[in-house]
Nanobody, 122 residues
Framework: QVQLVESGGGLVQAGGSLRLSCTAS????????MGWFRQAPGKEREFVAQ????????YYADSVKGRFTISRDTAKRTVYLQMNSLKPEDTAVYFC???????????????WGPGTQVTVSS
């Protein structure tokens, strides 16, 4: 059974930083693209960032490009999201997700964590 567990959320002032972590179990972590998504109150879930199976390719939403960095540690089965220069509009529940198709295939996010709350005060 695949399990993804996020941590690192919290309350931070605008301009501050947070690092989210997501630890995976029940899957061959090194084989799959991993992603971060977020959902603000009253809004649909949106893509934030993804990193491919071998860390060679990363992609970001325009809204976070230059401020957020996604990375992964295969030995720790963990994917990270370093968030700098946070803005109040970054306030959301952040979800970690894993693709269910391996390696270079177009990712299909079938596995999700429960989410972690990030609140940025102005």
């Amino acid at each position: 059974q695949v399990q993804l567990v996020e941590s690192g959320g919290g309350l931070v002032q605008a301009g501050g930083s947070l690092r989210l972590s997501c630890t995976a179990s029940g899957l061959s972590f090194s084989s799959y693209t991993m992603g971060w998504f977020r959902q603000a109150p009253g809004k649909e879930r949106e893509f934030v960032a993804q990193i491919n199976w071998n860390s060679r390719d990363t992609y970001y939403a325009d809204s976070v490009k230059g401020r957020f960095t996604i990375s992964r540690d295969t030995a720790k089965r963990t994917v990270y999201l370093q968030m700098n220069s946070l803005k109040p509009e970054d306030t959301a529940v952040y979800f970690c997700a894993s693709s269910s198709v391996p390696f270079g295939a177009r990712p299909k996010y079938d596995y999700w964590g429960p989410g972690t709350q990030v609140t940025v005060s102005s």
